[in-house]
Nanobody, 126 residues
Framework: VQLQASGGGLVQAGGSLRLSCTAS????????MGWFRQVEGQEREFVAG????????RYVDSVKGRFTISRDNAKNTMYLQMSSLKPDDTAVYYC????????????????????WGKGTQVTVSS
């Protein structure tokens, strides 16, 4: 599975961005997907995850109410709509995919993730 993230950029605090992650090489309908982010010098952290059918979603507390994850299995694409962005959201964002053993599976640990895309930089200015 090859993952390609896009949509990052520079935005002012309070603004919005939408990240996309497109997969190739395999249909993603059997995979849970997600987003992680990393600030230089810090651990890569889980941001949001969505189950293979889209009916189970998880967020890190810091983005709840501001970020929305979604997916379109017909297009082999996942999205992260980010609103009310804060400078603390500045990071490189990575999309992920992992084979799902059950319908509600949403992995949140890095060690549980097999497929990673190259990151896309999000910078929020104050």
């Amino acid at each position: 599975v090859q993952l390609q993230a896009s949509g990052g950029g520079l935005v002012q605090a309070g603004g919005s961005l939408r990240l996309s992650c497109t997969a190739s090489g395999r249909t993603l309908s059997g995979y849970a997907m997600g987003w992680f982010r990393q600030v230089e010098g810090q651990e890569r952290e889980f941001v949001a995850g969505i189950s293979r059918g889209g009916d189970t979603i998880r967020y890190v507390d810091s983005v709840k109410g501001r970020f929305t994850i979604s997916r379109d299995n017909a297009k082999n694409t996942m999205y992260l709509q980010m609103s009310s962005l804060k400078p603390d959201d500045t990071a490189v964002y990575y999309c992920t995919a992992e084979f799902s053993p059950r319908r509600d599976y949403v992995p949140r640990r890095r060690s549980d993730i097999r497929y990673w895309g190259k990151g896309t930089q999000v910078t929020v200015s104050s």
